[in-house]
């Protein structure tokens, strides 16, 4: 039984290293070019195309530079950066709930965009997905707060976030330190997969989510990657991802963009929504608007993907061979 229990534990923590080899060596160059243009200061002139889009979702220009800091790191950056400029700028409810699912569907692009080239999916065509997306529900979340007079009393900041250290030092230790998680993340969903999958869990999640993501456009075979990247989120999920799509020979390359793109827009759920509450977004509106607007625009996209059958027009989207 121990023998058993031992082959067993080595088998997992071998599926984690070759993961986590494959999410890494996407990540670290990524975070290294991100940390060199932070301390060179030139995030904020990748800010400037932003400044006329703030302005038609309602928000002032200086929270674009918040905005960006999310885009090119991740929540807690753009997070961090806005609860910096709420000293200065007085913000409503409404306002930061536009700016709190705009970050949610923009966020990190630089590392999950690597890794939807990696699933077999087009950086392009992702990144052109999310940065729409999250224009467009600026636009509508904006519209409607204003109309209605809905949650303009002034935003209420939860809890503080510490402002990152600027020692080199220290940020190569927490650098470390997230990766040394992502691994421990990693080696606990390998477990968990597994368990659900000797438990007939998995085929019992499965079989729940079938008619849903069905709706969508979404094919059976690629509902546990869906699955995956909606609940853990692209970047920590990522390695297990990309596994999933090479050792899977029967996924369809339109199912694996459907599901990419449904996960692109509404993933880490639970983790990236609490992020954005904590300076004061509504967690409702956050949460439910962020999924209906989601499984709509993938309602959509997946129908125009799955009738076509251009090779020309389907290689903007994805690779059309394994």
């Known amino acids: ?14 599926k984690t290293n070759i993961t986590a080899l494959e999410l890494f060596r ?14 060179l200061d030139l995030i904020k002139y990748l800010a400037y195309p932003f400044y006329p889009i703030m302005d038609l979702v309602g928000l002032p220009s200086e929270t674009a530079l918040a905005l960006v800091a999310g885009i090119v790191n991740t929540n807690y950056a753009g997070v961090i950066v806005l609860i910096s400029l709420m000293d200065s700028i007085d913000l409503t409810t409404a306002q930061v709930s536009i700016f709190g699912i705009m970050l949610l569907f923009a966020h990190g692009l630089p590392v999950e ?3 939807a080239q990696k699933c077999g999916v087009t950086a392009r065509s992702q990144f052109f997905l999310r940065i729409l997306s999250a ?20 935003a209420k900041i939860l809890m503080n976030v510490a402002t990152p250290t ?13 990766l040394a998680v992502i691994y421990g993340i990693i080696f606990a969903l390998i477990i968990l997969m597994d368990i659900l999958d000797e438990t007939g869990g998995l085929k019992l999640i499965n079989k729940i989510l079938y008619y849903l993501f069905r709706f969508v456009g979404i094919g059976d075979k690629a509902i546990t990657l869906t699955v995956i990247g909606m609940t853990i989120g692209v970047s920590y999920g990522g390695g297990l991802l990309i596994q999933e799509v090479k050792n899977n020979k ?29 300076i004061g977004a509504q967690f409702s509106v956050i949460l439910w608007a962020r999924l209906l607007f ?25 690779k059309t061979k394994f």
Do not use: C
């Open 1 to 14: 039984m121990l023998s058993l229990l031992k082959e067993k534990i080595i088998i997992m923590f071998k």
């Open 26 to 39: 996407i990540m670290i160059p990524i975070i290294l070019i991100v940390k060199i243009l932070q301390e």
């Open 113 to 115: 965009l690597r890794i």
């Open 135 to 154: 224009v467009v529900i600026g636009i509508i979340l904006n519209s409607f707060f204003t109309n209605y007079n809905i949650y303009q009393e002034p």
């Open 166 to 178: 600027s020692s080199i030092a220290a940020w190569l230790i927490s650098q470390l330190y997230n």
């Open 250 to 278: 029967e996924l369809d390359r339109k199912d694996v963009f459907n599901s990419f793109s449904l996960m692109s827009l509404s993933h880490s759920l639970i983790e990236g929504t609490l992020i954005v509450a904590v």
């Open 294 to 318: 989601t499984f709509v625009v993938i309602s959509i996209l997946a129908r125009v993907i799955n009738a076509v059958s251009s090779p020309k027009f389907l290689k903007l989207f994805f």
